[in-house]
């Protein structure tokens, strides 16, 4: 059993940054995938990046490749999602996962425990 706490949402204004994490519970963190998914009122939840097991691999959806990056610390359980260059786009409460699949996927059914989500807006 994994439990996932998402943490650093809030309101930031175009162009600003912020740096969500998401603290893991359980000794097992490091055989997890681990992604970010974001959901925007009135859209289906879609993934904005993963990161597999060690670190060593990770994927962007194309919407957020070269403003956000995904980091993990698996000695503090702890992934990170720091986002730069923010758009009123990128407006959503944002979710992490982790999946049993060491590798990670867009698909949401890959991942088997999620956190409550943080919200984040982005002013124009």
């Known amino acids: 059993q994994v439990q996932l706490a998402e943490s650093g949402g809030g309101l930031v204004q175009a162009g600003g940054s912020l740096r969500l994490s998401c603290a893991a519970s359980?000794?097992?963190?490091?055989?997890?995938?681990m992604g970010w998914f974001r959901q925007a009122p009135g859209k289906e939840r879609e993934a904005v990046t993963y990161i597999n097991y060690n670190g060593g691999s990770t994927y962007y959806a194309d919407s957020v490749k070269g403003r956000f990056t995904i980091s993990r610390d698996n000695a503090k359980n702890l992934v990170y999602l720091q986002m730069n260059s923010l758009k009123p786009e990128d407006t959503a409460v944002y979710y992490c996962a982790a999946g049993k699949g060491s590798y990670g996927s867009t698909f949401l059914s890959s991942y088997d425990y999620w956190g409550q989500g943080t919200q984040v807006t982005v002013s124009s």
């Open positions: 359980g000794r097992t963190f490091s055989r997890y995938a």
